[in-house]
Nanobody
Framework: VQLQASGGGFVQAGGSLKLSCAAS????????MAWFRQAPGKEREFVAA????????YYADSVKGRFTISRDNAKNTVYLQMNSLKPEDTAVYYC???????????????????WGKGTQVTVSS
């Protein structure tokens, strides 16, 4: 599956953005979908994941209560609604599709074989 992320931009602290990730290819609904991010000078980190079929979700503690991941299998698209943004949320955001079937694996990069090009999110203070 090929992935294309969009929706990044520049926003002031406290603002909102909604990222989209469109998938091409078959069997989108069979993948666990996730968002990761990488800030300048830092390693890529997990943000949120949504089990195939729209089941279990899992969030990094740093975004819990502020970000919401969702998917529309009819449109082959996964979303990340980001509210109450903080300057520390500034990063390149990547969507990924993988075979992480448990809470224990949903945050691990090695379970995601398909990655899109990132979209930049910049939050000013």
């Amino acid at each position: 599956v090929q992935l294309q992320a969009s929706g990044g931009g520049f926003v002031q602290a406290g603002g909102s953005l909604k990222l989209s990730c469109a998938a091409s290819g078959r069997s989108f609904s069979s993948y666990t979908m996730a968002w990761f991010r990488q800030a300048p000078g830092k390693e890529r980190e997990f943000v949120a994941a949504l089990m195939r079929g729209g089941g279990s979700t899992y969030y990094a503690d740093s975004v819990k209560g502020r970000f919401t991941i969702s998917r529309d299998n009819a449109k082959n698209t996964v979303y990340l609604q980001m509210n109450s943004l903080k300057p520390e949320d500034t990063a390149v955001y990547y969507c990924a599709a993988g075979v992480a079937w448990t809470i224990a694996t949903m945050s691990l990069e090695r379970y995601y074989a398909n990655w899109g090009k990132g979209t930049q999110v910049t939050v000013s203070s």
